[in-house]
Protein backbone atom coordinates (compact mmCIF):
# COMPACT_ATOMS: atom_id res chain seq x y z
CA UNK A 1 0.00 0.00 0.00
CA UNK A 2 1.63 3.29 -0.53
CA UNK A 3 1.11 6.43 1.64
CA UNK A 4 -2.20 7.86 -0.17
CA UNK A 5 -4.38 4.38 0.20
CA UNK A 6 -3.25 4.04 4.45
CA UNK A 7 -4.00 8.30 4.49
CA UNK A 8 -7.40 7.19 2.59
CA UNK A 9 -8.63 4.09 4.80
CA UNK A 10 -7.40 6.31 8.24
CA UNK A 11 -9.61 8.97 6.68
CA UNK A 12 -12.50 6.92 6.48
CA UNK A 13 -12.24 5.14 9.70
CA UNK A 14 -12.15 8.85 11.30
CA UNK A 15 -15.64 9.29 9.45
CA UNK A 16 -16.93 6.22 10.41
CA UNK A 17 -16.23 6.50 13.99
CA UNK A 18 -17.28 10.14 14.13
CA UNK A 19 -21.07 8.14 12.73
CA UNK A 20 -21.23 5.93 14.78
CA UNK A 21 -20.64 8.12 17.55
CA UNK A 22 -23.21 10.70 16.81
CA UNK A 23 -25.43 7.30 16.38
CA UNK A 24 -24.72 6.16 20.02
CA UNK A 25 -25.47 10.11 21.31
CA UNK A 26 -28.42 10.06 19.05
CA UNK A 27 -29.33 6.57 20.70
CA UNK A 28 -29.07 7.78 23.86
CA UNK A 29 -30.94 10.53 23.47
CA UNK A 30 -33.78 8.60 22.60
CA UNK A 31 -33.75 6.07 24.61
CA UNK A 32 -33.72 9.00 27.56
CA UNK A 33 -36.69 10.44 25.73
CA UNK A 34 -38.31 6.93 25.42
CA UNK A 35 -37.93 6.21 29.36
CA UNK A 36 -39.06 10.09 30.03
CA UNK A 37 -42.50 9.52 27.99
CA UNK A 38 -43.00 5.80 29.87
CA UNK A 39 -42.78 7.88 33.17
CA UNK A 40 -45.24 9.83 34.62
CA UNK A 41 -45.43 13.01 35.40
CA UNK A 42 -45.17 12.46 39.05
CA UNK A 43 -42.25 9.85 38.54
CA UNK A 44 -40.23 12.57 36.48
CA UNK A 45 -40.91 14.96 40.01
CA UNK A 46 -39.33 12.38 42.13
CA UNK A 47 -36.87 11.56 40.31
CA UNK A 48 -35.90 15.47 40.11
CA UNK A 49 -36.51 15.63 43.94
CA UNK A 50 -33.88 13.16 44.22
CA UNK A 51 -31.45 14.37 42.45
CA UNK A 52 -31.75 18.15 44.38
CA UNK A 53 -31.89 15.71 47.48
CA UNK A 54 -28.76 14.38 47.11
CA UNK A 55 -27.33 17.56 45.97
CA UNK A 56 -28.63 19.51 49.16
CA UNK A 57 -27.14 16.62 50.76
CA UNK A 58 -23.59 16.97 49.21
CA UNK A 59 -23.19 20.79 49.76
CA UNK A 60 -24.80 20.36 53.60
CA UNK A 61 -21.47 17.75 54.19
CA UNK A 62 -18.91 20.21 52.07
CA UNK A 63 -20.26 23.14 54.33
CA UNK A 64 -20.76 21.35 57.53
CA UNK A 65 -16.67 19.90 56.95
CA UNK A 66 -15.97 23.67 56.17
CA UNK A 67 -16.91 24.85 59.03
CA UNK A 68 -15.35 22.10 61.66
CA UNK A 69 -12.39 22.50 59.85
CA UNK A 70 -12.54 26.18 60.16
CA UNK A 71 -13.83 25.77 64.20
CA UNK A 72 -10.34 23.36 64.44
CA UNK A 73 -8.01 25.87 62.96
CA UNK A 74 -9.27 28.50 65.31
CA UNK A 75 -8.91 26.67 68.16
CA UNK A 76 -5.14 25.81 66.59
CA UNK A 77 -4.46 29.17 65.92
CA UNK A 78 -5.06 30.69 69.51
CA UNK A 79 -3.31 27.51 71.46
CA UNK A 80 -0.24 29.00 69.02
CA UNK A 81 -0.50 32.30 68.79
CA UNK A 82 1.26 33.39 71.99
CA UNK A 83 3.90 31.05 71.14
CA UNK A 84 6.07 34.13 69.13
CA UNK A 85 5.77 36.58 72.24
CA UNK A 86 6.90 34.07 74.86
CA UNK A 87 9.62 32.45 73.01
CA UNK A 88 11.28 36.59 72.66
CA UNK A 89 10.43 36.81 76.58
CA UNK A 90 12.40 33.65 77.35
CA UNK A 91 15.81 35.66 77.30
CA UNK A 92 14.31 37.99 79.57
CA UNK A 93 13.21 35.13 81.35
CA UNK A 94 17.19 33.83 81.96
CA UNK A 95 17.99 37.41 82.64
CA UNK A 96 15.80 36.91 85.63
CA UNK A 97 17.34 33.79 86.64
CA UNK A 98 20.87 35.27 86.83
CA UNK A 99 19.95 38.04 88.63
CA UNK A 100 18.01 36.28 91.16
CA UNK A 101 21.49 34.24 91.71
CA UNK A 102 23.53 37.24 91.79
CA UNK A 103 21.20 38.81 93.92
CA UNK A 104 22.35 36.22 96.51
CA UNK A 105 26.13 36.62 96.52
CA UNK A 106 25.43 39.98 96.05
CA UNK A 107 25.77 43.20 98.36
CA UNK A 108 25.67 46.04 96.15
CA UNK A 109 22.09 47.42 95.95
CA UNK A 110 23.07 49.48 92.92
CA UNK A 111 24.38 47.01 90.95
CA UNK A 112 21.26 44.91 91.18
CA UNK A 113 19.37 48.31 90.98
CA UNK A 114 20.60 48.90 87.28
CA UNK A 115 20.11 44.72 86.48
CA UNK A 116 16.63 45.12 87.18
CA UNK A 117 16.29 48.55 85.38
CA UNK A 118 18.06 46.84 82.58
CA UNK A 119 15.54 43.89 82.57
CA UNK A 120 12.47 45.92 82.80
CA UNK A 121 13.60 48.08 79.55
CA UNK A 122 14.09 44.84 77.65
CA UNK A 123 10.81 43.71 78.48
CA UNK A 124 9.31 47.16 77.55
CA UNK A 125 11.29 47.29 74.34
CA UNK A 126 10.03 44.06 73.23
CA UNK A 127 6.79 44.05 74.24
CA UNK A 128 6.32 47.51 72.62
CA UNK A 129 7.77 46.24 69.16
CA UNK A 130 4.56 43.18 69.67
CA UNK A 131 2.40 46.43 69.46
CA UNK A 132 2.05 47.19 73.06
CA UNK A 133 2.02 50.88 74.35
CA UNK A 134 1.16 52.02 77.79
CA UNK A 135 -1.24 54.72 78.25
CA UNK A 136 -0.57 57.84 79.62
CA UNK A 137 -3.47 58.90 81.67
CA UNK A 138 -2.16 61.16 84.57
CA UNK A 139 -3.15 64.34 83.95
CA UNK A 140 -5.25 63.76 80.33
CA UNK A 141 -9.06 64.53 81.03
CA UNK A 142 -10.81 61.43 81.88
CA UNK A 143 -12.35 59.52 78.75
CA UNK A 144 -14.37 56.45 79.46
CA UNK A 145 -12.91 54.61 76.27
CA UNK A 146 -9.32 54.44 77.97
CA UNK A 147 -10.10 54.88 81.85
CA UNK A 148 -11.57 53.36 84.53
CA UNK A 149 -13.03 55.45 87.19
CA UNK A 150 -12.18 53.49 91.03
CA UNK A 151 -13.02 56.74 92.67
CA UNK A 152 -13.17 60.76 92.63
CA UNK A 153 -11.65 63.38 95.17
CA UNK A 154 -11.98 66.70 95.40
CA UNK A 155 -9.44 68.66 92.59
CA UNK A 156 -6.49 70.01 93.95
CA UNK A 157 -6.78 72.76 91.40
CA UNK A 158 -10.09 73.87 89.36
CA UNK A 159 -7.83 73.06 85.99
CA UNK A 160 -7.97 69.36 87.29
CA UNK A 161 -11.62 68.95 87.72
CA UNK A 162 -12.77 66.41 85.29
CA UNK A 163 -9.30 65.19 84.63
CA UNK A 164 -6.84 61.53 86.20
CA UNK A 165 -5.23 63.43 89.21
CA UNK A 166 -3.52 59.39 90.03
CA UNK A 167 -3.23 56.27 87.91
CA UNK A 168 -3.82 53.09 90.06
CA UNK A 169 -2.89 50.94 87.68
CA UNK A 170 -1.45 51.44 83.96
CA UNK A 171 -3.42 51.23 80.93
CA UNK A 172 -2.12 49.38 77.78
CA UNK A 173 -2.96 49.60 74.26
CA UNK A 174 -1.93 46.87 71.75
CA UNK A 175 -2.30 47.72 68.30
CA UNK A 176 -4.10 51.24 69.58
CA UNK A 177 -6.98 49.38 70.64
CA UNK A 178 -7.31 49.16 74.57
CA UNK A 179 -5.94 45.99 75.93
CA UNK A 180 -6.57 47.14 79.88
CA UNK A 181 -8.36 50.05 81.08
CA UNK A 182 -5.92 52.34 82.89
CA UNK A 183 -7.60 52.69 86.66
CA UNK A 184 -7.71 56.12 87.64
CA UNK A 185 -8.48 58.57 90.28
CA UNK A 186 -10.68 61.33 89.14
CA UNK A 187 -10.60 65.07 90.29
CA UNK A 188 -13.94 66.51 91.05
Known amino acids: MS ?14 ETVDTEHESTEDQNT ?46 RMTAGGDVIKELLPILDDFDRAAKFNTDSDDI ?30 KTFDVNFHEALTQIPAPSEDMKGK ?16 RFAKVVVGQ
Do not use: C, W
Request: charged share 40%.
Open 164 to 179: VVDVIEKGYLLNDKVL
Open 32 to 77: EEAVQEELSPLELKEIEYKELNDKYIRLFSEFDNFRKRTAKEKIEL
Open 3 to 16: KEEVKENETENVQN
Open 110 to 139: EAIKEGFNLIHNKIDKNLEAKGLKQMDALG
